[in-house]
């Protein structure tokens, strides 16, 4: 993990010329909201779970087929 003094140190590495571009990373960065909102659609598909054999991504047609005509 990452402690505040060594991000102080690294700051302290910045040229002087550079400290408004620094500024406005940090502070962009002290203002963002957490996320309170809404899961979004790709956290609700992460979500997504299915009940299948090991192979059924690689076999998908065999499981398609109606039960009378696989091998």
């Known amino acids: 993990?990452?402690?505040k003094e060594e991000i102080k140190?690294?700051?302290?590495k910045v040229p002087?010329?550079?400290?408004a571009e620094l500024?406005?990373?940090?502070?962009?960065?002290?203002?963002?909201k957490p996320e309170t909102s809404e899961p979004?659609?790709?956290s609700?598909?992460?979500r997504i779970r299915i009940n299948a054999?090991?192979?059924f991504s690689?076999?998908?047609?065999?499981?398609?087929?109606?039960r009378a005509f696989r091998l």
């Open 1 to 3: 993990m990452v402690t």
């Open 9 to 12: 140190s690294e700051i302290e």
């Open 16 to 19: 002087d010329d550079r400290l």
């Open 23 to 32: 500024y406005l990373v940090v502070k962009r960065f002290t203002q963002s």
């Open 40 to 42: 979004t659609l790709m």
């Open 44 to 46: 609700k598909l992460r």
């Open 53 to 55: 054999p090991p192979d």
């Open 58 to 66: 690689e076999n998908i047609d065999l499981y398609q087929a109606p």
